[in-house]
T-cell receptor
């Protein structure tokens, strides 16, 4: 079974702060994703990647950068955090397939004061 | 505009009862539909995936249906347990590969009481 881990699990920062969320997957999946989950909304795609060095823009990218350093590691960067970015962030990975399944990490709860 | 609508938003049932969760969507094309279970504070875990025009799946006490003509899916949970307390999320994929996008519903919060 795919293993996706995230760190930290909880993070509190102040407005204007610099935050990096980390994600690692250990199943050699090519695709990795960052989502945010807010009450009353479905998960929304921030950024995704096809492989090391690749970055694709998702549906809600404003205020976020991302970097895929290796096949295993995908980072989400908030360089000037704002209260609107308070959310639950999920990383996921998947392989290419006919009906590909995304495997999700446990989530990082970020609070921006 | 929300393309995946789930109902009810929340549901309380007694342990041992059955329940049905609904998912209506407008995503086009609709390659597949997947149901996830999300325990509080945890990630999403896949329960089942439906692919065919009119499809049915069964996974233990979970069973699901899909009707692509109606763009509608149901998730049935039989003989609920306390551990079924969770949010159930309907997700529609618009392609058959990871190159497509997934469209997430906001979820149905199920609470199972003794």
């Amino acid at each position: 079974e795919a293993a996706v881990t995230q760190s930290p699990r909880n993070k509190v920062t102040v407005t204007g702060g610099n935050v990096t969320l980390s994600c690692r997957q250990t199943n050699s999946h090519n695709y990795m994703y960052w989502y945010r989950q807010d009450t009353g909304h479905g998960l929304r795609l921030i950024h995704y990647s096809y492989g090391a060095g690749n970055l694709q823009i998702g549906d809600v990218p404003d205020g976020y950068k991302a970097t895929r350093t290796t096949q295993e590691d995908f980072f989400l960067l908030l360089e000037l955090a704002s209260p609107s970015q308070t959310s639950l962030y999920f990383c996921a990975s998947s392989d290419v397939g006919q009906v590909s399944e995304q495997f999700f990490g446990p989530g990082t709860r970020l609070t921006v004061l | 505009k929300t393309q995946v609508e789930q109902s009810p938003q929340s549901l309380v049932v007694r342990q041992g009862e059955n329940c049905v969760l609904q998912c209506n969507y407008s995503v086009t094309p609709d390659n597949h539909l997947r149901w996830f279970k999300q325990d509080t504070g945890k990630g999403l875990v896949s329960l089942t995936v439906l692919v065919d025009q009119k499809d049915k799946t069964s996974n233990g006490r979970y069973s699901a249906t899909l009707d692509k003509d109606a763009k509608h899916s149901t998730l049935h949970i039989t003989a609920t347990l306390l551990d079924d307390t969770a949010t159930y999320i309907c997700v529609v994929g618009d392609r058959g590969s990871a190159l497509g996008r997934l469209h997430f519903g906001a979820g149905t919060q199920l609470i199972v009481i003794p």
